[in-house]
């Protein structure tokens, strides 16, 4: 049965960094597009990065610009989220996703979820 799961979320201090992993067994992942996602209670699913099918101009949300960076790795049929600098307000639970193509990087452009990694930045 295919599926995603995500790893590498835990707690870290504010200006540390984390690299979160988005394996797909029965996927593979390079002919999808990958999207991640966060969420925190009472707020709507939030487009954090999205990358293509062809990997070409991966988005980003205005407030991780700089500071994430996502990206494939084929062979290992894994897509990882690298979170730099990090911020108390990048607490969340982040989930990867998978579908055909996006356009906005929106929760309602991909079909395949996993089921998420919290994320904690405190002191």
């Known amino acids: 049965q295919a599926q995603l799961v995500e790893s590498g979320g835990g707690l870290v201090q504010p200006g540390g960094s984390l690299r979160l992993s988005c394996s797909g067994p029965?996927?593979?992942?390079?002919?999808?597009?990958i999207g991640w996602f966060r969420q925190v209670p009472g707020k709507e699913r939030e487009g954090v990065s999205c990358i293509a099918r062809d990997d070409s101009s991966p988005y980003y949300v205005d407030s991780v610009k700089g500071r994430f960076t996502i990206s494939r790795d084929n062979a290992k049929n894994t897509v990882y989220l690298q979170m730099n600098s990090l911020k108390p307000d990048d607490t969340a639970v982040y989930y990867c996703?998978?579908?055909?193509?996006?356009?906005?990087?929106?929760?309602?452009?991909?079909?395949?979820w996993g089921q998420g990694t919290q994320v904690t930045v405190s002191s």
């Open positions: 029965g996927f593979t992942l390079e002919y999808y597009a």
């Open positions: 996703a998978t579908g055909w193509e996006y356009y906005s990087c929106l929760a309602s452009e991909f079909d395949y």
